[in-house]
């Protein structure tokens, strides 16, 4: 079970340090305009959805809004506003690595090929030179002692 896990992260380091960077991109863009948004909307003890919307988007295409999120007025509801967003960002990242996880232990191991052996241990039994041709610089030498018989599995296709 470990190998799934293992291949998982091996397979997809382009995709957790992308999910990183948007995680990143997306607080700054969005979760302090909306934590900012928030405290903004509340200065009479109750959200007000007008006032929510009317601060939302300038504060949206205006970055300084990162800046102003950290003074004391605003830190708690931005902090928590980032937990909650990070929460349900979190799960979606593992739903979506749990997804690309390998099926069974031989998930994109190429069969019928050479990729069977490491470091030239094939040449221990196959010629890298002449013979039968089984794969690409794997040859069935003619000249081996004992039994040569070769089983061709596939069909011929006749174009």
Known sequence: ????????????????????????????????????????STVNGSFDLAIF?????????????????????YIGTFLKTLAYFTLIYLIFAVIGLF????????????????DWSEGGEQYKVLSKNKGIILAQDNYLPINKRGNINVLVVGRIRIW
């Open 1 to 40: 079970m470990n190998y799934k896990f293992t291949k998982t992260i091996k397979d997809n380091k382009v995709s957790i340090v992308i999910i990183m960077v948007l995680w990143v991109l997306l607080t700054i863009v969005l979760v302090a305009p909306v934590a900012y948004s928030i405290v903004e």
């Open 53 to 73: 919307i009317e601060k939302i988007f300038p504060a949206i295409t205006s970055f300084s809004t990162i800046g102003v999120v950290f003074g004391t007025a």
């Open 99 to 114: 997804k690309s996880r390998p099926k069974h232990q031989y998930t994109d191991i190429e069969h019928g090929s050479s």
